[in-house]
């Protein structure tokens, strides 16, 4: 699923920095969700809690990011949208559209429309080597990195959003740069300034592939 990405213009900064996780443990957000497209705020709303909890289990920003910035296209960030809006079991479900519905529905149960069960799902296929694998139509077709070391990672979003997209997502269509730049835009958005641009040194994804992804 490909959703129009949001104006970035619009952006209000939120400094949500990793030392204030404990404080807001007690502040728990409610999940924005149903079958329909979030608007820009509903979608900070939701953002916020990604990293908060995704942050809590040590990912870094940066790879939280390139999942937003993946989320954003796939669902708005919804954790409880259907693929084009239709309740279909072979279709796409959630935040990172499942496909089918029932490979994430059959692992969580009775609990399964529930946003932390989402991530709880994407935390398992990390420790489970699950869901991240090789893509022929990639750019780059084997994966630079684990699953386990894309959470821990501090390349810059842009490329981890990419990633996400080739090894993990595997859509049809690998060239899509707006997720990318939704991933940088989450990245200020949460921290409060833009990422580092990307260097040779830091990242792991050959120069070319930037002249033609970014």
Not at 13 to 42: C, D, H
Not at 203 to 211: D, N, Q, R
Request: with cysteine; net charge negative.
């Amino acid at each position: 699923m490909i959703i129009t990405p949001f104006n970035q213009s619009s952006i209000i900064y939120y400094n949500v920095s990793r030392e204030t996780f404990a404080e807001k443990e007690g502040l728990k957000m409610p999940w924005i969700g149903g079958n329909r497209y979030l608007s820009q705020s509903e979608m900070e709303n939701n953002a916020t809690i990604v990293w908060n909890y995704l942050g809590s289990k040590g990912w870094t920003l940066n790879a939280v990011s390139a999942i937003l910035g993946n989320m954003q296209s796939e669902s708005t960030i919804n954790p409880n949208i259907w693929e084009s809006l239709t309740v279909d079991y072979s279709r796409g479900y959630g935040l990172v559209q499942w496909t089918p519905a029932t490979k994430y529905i059959d692992w969580a149960g009775a609990d399964w429309e529930n946003g932390d069960k989402e991530l709880d799902r994407i935390i398992y296929e990390v420790d489970n080597g699950l869901q991240w694998f090789s893509n022929p139509n990639a750019p780059i077709v084997n994966p630079p990195i684990s699953f386990k070391e894309f959470t821990t990672s501090t390349e810059p979003p842009a490329t981890l959003a990419n990633y996400f997209l080739w090894y993990y997502e595997h859509p049809a269509d690998t060239i899509q740069p707006i997720r990318a730049e939704q991933a940088n835009a989450w990245y200020e958005y949460l921290s409060g300034k833009p990422p580092e641009p990307p260097t040779g040194k830091q990242s792991k994804l050959p120069i070319w592939a930037y002249c033609r992804l970014f």
